[in-house]
């Protein structure tokens, strides 16, 4: 695999692949990788002839009291992982690369609608932060396709929306959420948690699967369902940041057409925010 840190020689290296008549699959990720990054690599690899990766945190899409200084970064390790994974090219660029004229007067790509309320009610600024970063990364790439994990399932949204409105050239692949054996869906900041912790996070995945299986079996007051699910998540220690219910087409508010549903939920545990989300299938609910 081989590991690049400018533009310049990011480019050189996926324009010698496409030179080869290989088609470019693009994995970005924040590092610190585990399963669920090592997924993505491997649906890459499935879809592409020649995978790159970047491992770049992104000082765009975090708040000022947020863990940008304490994010985990471990790009050795990364790096075996990678490699293992059948990645070809690690694009692990510095702030000042990505960044060369600074971040103050850095064009910002904004996508309303799908970046507002949920994460981005809760951390004003982010999504745009990912779509500045996400877009400068495809223009340095140049991919065929990108693939992105469905645990972030705004983040998703968000991108897809942005490749649809600006005509970017690039498939997108969500990938499904990668979960430990007691259905806690794998994060970076996982790593955060304390033994106890641990042990009570799978809590919020186990409140999402008794939301989901009411609406299969034709509960439709959601907001009773929501209030339920708050009380589950806060009697076992978590505090709860939003849980919704929104139609999977495009985050909207649930309509009688809509026909697949997301529970979306995201709750602090200690000092660590826990993300998740469930997709329920209701195409087939009694008229």
């Known amino acids: 695999m081989n590991v690049v840190k400018t533009v310049a020689d990011l480019r050189a290296a996926v324009t010698r692949a496409r030179g080869e008549g290989k088609r470019i699959g693009f994995v970005p990720t924040m590092g610190n990788l585990h399963a669920g990054h090592i997924a993505l690599i491997k649906k890459a690899g499935q879809r592409a002839d020649f995978v790159v990766a970047s491992i770049f945190v992104n000082p765009l899409q975090f708040g000022p009291n947020e863990d940008l200084a304490s994010y985990p970064r471990t790009l050795t390790a990364d790096q075996d992982k990678l490699f293992e994974a059948g990645c070809h090219l690690l694009f692990a660029p510095s702030v000042e690369e990505v960044y060369p004229h600074g971040q103050a007067l850095q064009t910002i790509v904004r996508v309303p609608g799908v970046s507002e309320g949920l994460c981005g009610g809760s951390r004003p600024g982010h999504f745009d932060g ?158």
Do not use: C, W
Request: hydrophobic residues 45%; without cysteine.
């Open 130 to 287: 990912v779509s500045t970063v996400v877009s400068k990364l495809f223009n340095m790439v140049l991919p065929d396709l990108a693939v992105f994990g469905q645990k972030d399932f705004q983040q998703l949204a968000v991108i897809r929306t942005m490749v649809r409105d600006l005509n970017m050239p690039v498939q997108i692949i969500g990938e499904p959420i990668v979960r430990a054996e007691d259905g806690l869906a794998l994060s970076s900041r996982n790593g955060y948690l304390t033994t106890d912790e641990r042990t009570t996070a799978p809590v919020l995945h186990r409140t999402l699967q008794q939301l989901a299986d009411a609406i299969r079996n034709g509960e439709r007051d959601y907001s009773a369902l929501l209030a339920s699910g708050h009380q589950r998540l806060q009697a076992a220690g978590l505090r709860p940041d939003y849980l919704e219910v929104r139609d999977a087409l495009d985050l909207s508010p649930v309509t009688a057409d809509s026909r697949e549903l997301v529970i979306l939920a995201a709750a602090y545990l200690g000092k660590t925010r826990l993300l998740d989300n469930l997709l329920v299938d209701i195409s087939q609910k009694a008229s």
